[in-house]
Every structure is written in C-alpha cells, then in structure tokens.
C-alpha cells in the first residue's frame, strides 16, 4: 500500500483524469465537462450512503466494505478533480473549511 502526500495523491488523481478523458473522446467524441463530472460525482457519492447503508446491515447487499472502500476513495478523486477544473486549490479549501469550521466549534 502507497502512503503518499496529498500532493502526490492530486497529482495521480488529475494524471488519471486525463487518461479518462481521452476514453470520452474516444468513445463520445469530446471530453466530460465539469457539470458532467460533478454529476458523476453525486452519482458516486449516493453510492457511499448505499454501501454504508449495506455494511451497517441495513440494506442486503455482499462485498460492502470492499465497494464502500472504493467508493470512498473515488469520491475523494472526483473532488480533486472538480476542484482543479473549477481553479480552486482542493487543499487551501480544505485548510479554509477547517479553521473557520473550528473556529466557531465549542471547545
């Protein structure tokens, strides 16, 4: 198993979305756009509550923590990305969220 950066693993994420995008051309003749990555992306994340929902044993479903594992990690990649093509640094969004979030937390 890789233990890598952030920094890595948002650079192997926008890497891998390239190669996605050359299969669109290939196959639908031009790339996704963000909106059409951003609705992958919900539809992804709608997967995350179904396999949570399955390893809680409260929807009949096998292999939920493998599938939950993926998922989860897709969902992080599709954040990457959307982040990089709407020129948001997903890791000073992450830093902002974070200090105004604890900022206002009790405690």
Do not use: C
Request: aromatic content about 8%.
């Amino acid at each position: 198993m890789k233990n890598d950066s952030f920094e890595t693993i948002i650079a192997r994420s926008l890497e891998l979305r390239e190669k996605y995008h050359s299969l669109e051309v290939t196959n639908h003749g031009s790339e996704w756009s963000v909106e059409e990555d951003a609705l992958a992306f919900l539809t992804d994340a709608a997967l995350v509550g179904r396999n949570v929902m399955s390893q809680q044993n409260r929807w009949p479903k096998n292999n939920s923590q493998k599938e939950l594992e993926h998922k989860l990690g897709e969902n992080v990649w599709w954040l990457i990305v959307i982040a990089e093509r709407s020129g948001i640094d997903i890791k000073q969004a992450v830093d902002n969220f974070l200090d105004k979030t604890e900022a206002i937390m009790p405690g």
